[in-house]
């Protein structure tokens, strides 16, 4: 078990250098930086969590869009094929090689699938007071899950892979593709737009009631902040 | 920075990894969980050294076969031609697209190697408890961390290629054995970022920092 230091809340240790620090009250769109490091603390944005939700909302649509329609279609000599993400990784299944369709899978559907399905929970969560507990909890696993959800690497992927082809046959690229660049740029800003600290701010411990102190705390602190 | 930096560890404290809370442990040796948001906690990642090393060396030796096996095997009613990556990154350079050419090259194979050096040279300073450049050894780090995910670049090329070059009789292509082991190199390293611990590259400097105080 642990107890709640007794610094207030602005008081931070920077994640990659361990430098005890205190963050100021931001302006909007500043950002404080470790002073020893550069790691970036903090974030101050003008509509922290509408705009993100906004953002994930559209995401989740073009997700949709982007796993359901063709990629793109190939026509050589009389010939037609077409995919899909998933009937890419399934291909490569069939083709003997299960490990690997595995991690396309995971890099390029369940990944992006479980990010923005636990963000949308976390920003729409947020929206109410005070906020459930599970918050927290998924919170987390969305940032761990973050790096690999590899939208822009695919999609430059696939453009190496089609301008390949494109010395054997007609290429045309699909709905699904357009969906893919549109997702490209939605997810990093996601990320962007979102700083973590906004939520945990506003997460209820778990385990207490003398923390009501603190809490308006907190409160004050994110006004000054905005 | 000219005033005395104190960094959580010797001020006694602990910060949560993922909600940056910071904590009084009151059992040094048990810290528990996070009373937010759930993940354990730690002063240090637990045994970052030990991990990050092993990660590495498993990532280097299927570096080899990631380069020496084709990734891709393109069979046509007349011949049948298996490609390394080297080779992929040779035919789109001869058939004319050197820009694309550049891209997988700098995303396959020198990042990879990259990667591995600078987490090998990160992970030996830190051993060694070198106390210059930390400001230098976390940017490098912070790139490794950054650029380690475009690195599978080459493993959607060749997904999508087998996916779409299926014109069976006339062509097809299947994917390779090297596809495993590069796509192996790309995950262990990520990996071995993960495990790595950037504070450790301070905590040298700073115990120096309090011992001329």
Redesign the interface.
């Known amino acids: 078990?642990?107890?709640?230091?007794?610094?207030s809340q602005s008081?931070?240790?920077c994640?990659?250098?361990?430098?005890?620090q205190r963050i100021p009250p931001l302006p909007i769109g500043g950002k404080a930086q470790c002073?020893?490091?550069?790691?970036v603390l903090a974030t101050s944005h003008a509509d922290p969590l509408e705009l993100p939700l906004t953002l994930t909302v559209s995401a989740a649509i073009t997700f949709a869009v982007a796993n359901t329609a063709p990629?793109?279609d190939?026509s050589?000599?009389g010939?037609q094929?077409s995919?899909t993400i998933i009937?890419?990784?399934?291909?490569?299944w069939l083709?003997?090689?299960p490990?690997?369709?595995a991690?396309?899978m995971f890099?390029?559907v369940i990944a992006p699938a479980c990010y923005i399905m636990l963000m949308l929970a976390v920003l729409l969560a947020a929206r109410r007071s005070p906020l459930p507990h599970w918050v927290?909890?998924l919170?987390?696993w969305g940032?761990h899950v973050q790096?690999?959800a590899?939208y822009d690497?695919?999609l430059?992927?696939?453009l190496?892979?089609?301008?390949?082809?494109a010395?054997?046959?007609t290429?045309d690229p699909g709905i699904g593709m357009y969906a893919m660049g549109v997702l490209a740029v939605l997810l990093p800003a996601i990320m962007v737009s979102f700083d973590?600290?906004e939520i945990?701010q506003r997460?209820a411990?778990?385990?207490?009631q003398q923390r009501s102190a603190s809490g308006t705390d907190e409160r004050n602190y994110a006004e000054s902040g905005r | 920075m000219t005033t005395r930096a104190l960094s959580a560890a010797q001020a006694g404290l602990v910060a949560c990894e993922t909600c940056k809370l910071l904590l009084r442990p009151v059992h040094p040796d048990h810290l528990g969980h996070c009373p937010r948001c759930g993940a354990e906690l730690e002063v240090r990642r637990a045994h970052s050294i030990q991990y990050t090393w092993a990660l590495i060396v498993a990532a280097a030796i299927c570096y080899i076969p990631a380069n020496m096996l084709p990734v891709m095997i393109t069979n046509t009613f007349a011949s049948s031609e298996a490609d390394t990556i080297i080779g992929g990154v040779v035919f789109l350079f001869t058939s004319g697209s050197w820009p694309l050419a550049l891209i997988v090259l700098v995303a396959s194979v020198m990042v990879p190697l990259g990667k591995l050096l600078a987490l090998g040279y990160l992970l030996i300073s830190v051993q060694r408890g070198m106390p210059g450049g930390c400001r230098e050894r976390t940017r490098l780090y912070r790139m490794v961390e950054f650029i380690g995910r475009w690195s599978m670049l080459d493993v959607f090329v060749d997904t999508f290629t087998v996916a779409l070059v299926q014109l069976q009789p006339l062509m097809s292509v299947v994917p390779g054995p090297g596809v495993l082991f590069f796509a192996a190199v790309v995950v262990l390293t990520m990996l071995a970022a993960e495990a790595f611990d950037p504070r450790l590259i301070w905590d040298s400097a700073t115990n120096l920092e309090s011992q001329n105080a």
């Open positions: 078990m642990s107890e709640l230091a007794a610094s008081l931070m240790a994640p990659e250098c361990d430098l005890l002073a020893r490091c550069d790691f990629l793109m190939l050589a000599v010939r094929a995919t009937g890419g990784a399934g291909q490569m083709e003997g090689e490990i690997t369709a991690i396309v890099c390029a927290g909890e919170l987390r940032l790096p690999w590899m690497v695919m430059l992927g696939i190496v892979a089609l301008i390949k082809i010395e054997l046959a290429v973590a600290r945990w997460v411990w778990s385990d207490d």
